[in-house]
């Protein structure tokens, strides 16, 4: 089954503590995103990854990290996490990994994090 | 800068009834827009999309329209059902890789 796959789907936390939520995806797309949801803001890009080895901010960076060392995975890194980081987070996969991205995005299941 | 925003927060519809879901965007420079449904406790799901070029396009039950004029664009649900409630966003994307969601109408279907 195509899917984008997320883990852990919970997770609490204190504050500092690193922390990493892993995404895979098996449709062999290039591109890979990473969005926190929080009530009102709605879905905001974290950092996106056109293709192997290249990663670029989105509109919400600070305090994260990512790495792209092979196509299926996209992990989200969270070096000293802060309660402020306390939200759902997504990662979503697309076929185009080209400057115009015209393909629509598959979403993962979700992680909910809070931190303490 | 750029922003996409959604006219209402709560949209309710009778059962039956269309829906007709707005969105504004501001970046006159995007060519790419989708529409997502988000159901409780689920990541977003596309629905339709549609390119700069196009001012019209049909799916399933769904047209989305886009009016570059006035940089709107909105989905409308044809017959809606009990299963069409959801949150729905709005998306664009302006050529940079970076996709820019609004903050999402709640479609409520009254039985």
């Known amino acids: 089954e195509a899917q984008v796959t997320q883990n852990p789907r919970y997770l609490i936390t204190v504050t500092g503590k690193k922390l990493t939520v892993t995404c895979s995806q098996n449709m062999n797309h290039e591109y890979m995103s990473w969005y926190r949801q929080d009530p009102g803001l709605g879905l905001r890009q974290i950092y996106y990854?056109?293709?192997?080895?290249?990663?670029d901010k989105g509109d919400v960076p600070e305090g994260y990290k990512v790495s792209r060392k092979e196509k299926r995975n996209f992990p989200l890194i969270l070096e000293s996490p802060s309660p402020n980081q306390t939200s759902l987070y997504f990662c979503?996969?697309?076929?185009?990994?080209?400057?115009?991205?015209?393909?629509?995005?598959?979403f993962g299941p979700g992680t909910r994090l809070t931190v303490l | 800068g750029e922003s996409v925003g959604l006219h209402l927060p709560t949209l309710s519809v009778q059962e039956g009834d269309n829906s007709i879901i707005n969105c504004a965007y501001s970046?006159?420079?995007?060519?790419?827009f989708i529409w997502y449904k988000q159901e409780s406790g689920k990541g977003p799901q596309f629905i339709i999309d549609?390119?700069?070029?196009?001012d019209k396009r049909q799916g399933q039950r769904v047209t989305v329209l886009l009016n570059k004029t006035v940089k709107h664009l909105s989905l409308q649900i044809a017959a809606t059902q009990p299963g069409d409630s959801a949150v729905y966003f709005c998306?664009?994307?302006?050529?940079?890789?970076?996709?820019?969601f609004g903050q999402g109408t709640t479609l409520q279907v009254k039985p």
């Open positions: 970046n006159s420079a995007s060519d790419y």
């Open positions: 998306a664009e994307n302006g050529n940079t890789g970076k996709l820019i």
């Open positions: 979503a996969s697309s076929l185009s990994g080209g400057a115009i991205i015209y393909n629509e995005q598959f």
């Open positions: 549609i390119r700069s070029n196009m």
């Open positions: 990854s056109m293709n192997v080895e290249v990663t």
